[in-house]
């Protein structure tokens, strides 16, 4: 099954580049039934209030923002810093979950800025079918992150030896004897065999949970698995998937993932499952982001 390209983030519109007072930055884009905008959710700080600018059969989550403050310099130069990218894109994803979570809505990626609302309002128009039919294929499901790792017990639990440089002496009270080059390396070789099927089973392991899983999900993308320096050294990633799953299928994946980890082949294997998320990974604004 397909899927539309994954929206990543920081990406600044030209549009916002001119030096003015207010630009308009855009979170999300719903269809024009949509309730008020989201209570919940303020955006970001120093911006006015949330509000929804109508597109015809759409409108789209916006807020006021300086737009000094948003000029391409400058968000280059915030979002740079990690604490201040973190605070951008915790406020952006803040008013994109509230909105989500009272109808289908198309996230824009961080810093979707327009120099005014008609320059937003034109840059809709011209892909407005484009959020139709992302709206459409959104609507009723959520997208769910799973993950599966090897953990460092499963390779190390069965692959526990003597130390491979010495072996025990035949006779009692003679202490350890060295081992002779060929047998030490014939260990390394038994360990480094052991390692590489523990892996091969992970793999077959996360095949199985991804089968498991297309089974109930419309569409799917394939991620990156993350390094040590996101998992930490005690797991090995193997596998990092979005599906887009109706949302009346949820008891159905927890009973699958369930049924998976009870299973005694994923002794050793971890199996992560978060959601549901406003679906970015199955959302695509057309031209909108970046739209001169």
Known sequence: MNSTPHISAPRISPSAKSVGSCATYVFAVCRSDHPASPSDAHGHAGGGPLRLLTVGSLCAVVQDVPATEFSETALRERLGDAAELERCARAHH???TATTADGPAVPMPLATLYLGDERARAAIEENQESFRLALDRITGRAE???KVYLTQSATTARSVAPDIRQTPAPGPGTGPRPVSGRAYLDR???R???REQHRESAVAAAER???AVRELAVAMVPRRPHGPEVTGKDRTQIMNMAYLIA???NEEL???IGRLRAS???DGIEIDVTGPWAPYSFTDGGDLAGHS
């Open 192 to 194: 480094q065999n052991l």
């Open 144 to 146: 769910w992150a799973v």
């Open 94 to 96: 803040g008013v994109v």
């Open 264 to 266: 005694p082949d994923f």
């Open 254 to 256: 927890a009973a699958t």
């Open 188 to 190: 390394l070789r038994s």
């Open 247 to 249: 949302e009346d299928r």
């Open 209 to 211: 949970v991804d089968r």
